[in-house]
């Protein structure tokens, strides 16, 4: 319980700064962003900006289980939803979850449509010079799935392959791009 208490508080700090920086200082919908003041719970931080007054929004990729995803009812649920919902609980604040593709998810935090992003996102020093992040919660690891008969059988064997799929703008799509302007390591 401590844990996931430290956890909360430390994403909320996070949180206070990332709605003040990594984007553009105003959102997309409106002129400024809109002042939430100081919220009901005096544990949270003093004052805070949102996107929209008495609102947080995260923007997610909601095809993610079991991190972010649709229910049958059309709304969402997932580990990320569920934190962010205490989050957003802890700020006095309503969440509003915001489902476009991964890239768009990361793209609305930076030019200030999006107050949070919460999608399995790594880390990485190509995203750290333009988004604030929090401790991580949670690692995954990167794997290739290829047919049975399939001749590769290696990282080494890609760069052999004809054709390798990847979600846009996702760790395995950087591994796979060969320029760091596309968010991909590069040769060295």
Do not use: W
């Not at 544990?43 to 289980?65: I, Q």
């Not at 799935?145 to 950087?174: H, N, R, W």
């Amino acid at each position: 319980m401590k844990k996931y208490f430290a956890l909360l508080l430390t994403l909320a700090m996070v949180l206070s700064l990332a709605a003040c920086g990594g984007g553009s200082d105003a959102p997309a919908n409106s002129d400024t962003p809109a002042n939430t003041g100081t919220p009901a719970n005096t544990d949270a931080p003093a004052a805070f900006t949102t996107v929209e007054a008495g609102k947080l929004h995260m923007s997610t990729n909601a095809a993610f289980p079991p991190y972010e995803m649709t229910t049958d009812a059309g709304g969402f649920e997932g580990i990320d939803v569920e934190v962010a919902d205490a989050i957003a609980k802890k700020l006095g604040l309503e969440l509003v979850v915001d489902d476009m593709s991964f890239d768009a998810a990361l793209t609305a935090v930076q030019t200030g449509q999006s107050d949070i992003a919460m999608a399995g996102i790594t880390v990485n020093p190509v995203r750290q010079e333009v988004m604030d992040f929090s401790d991580s919660y949670a690692t995954g690891v990167q794997v290739i799935i290829v047919k049975e008969d399939s001749p590769i059988a290696t990282v080494d064997d890609l760069a052999s392959a004809e054709m390798i799929g990847t979600q846009k703008a996702t760790t395995g799509y950087i591994y796979c791009s060969d320029t760091p302007e596309n968010g991909g390591y590069g040769e060295d």
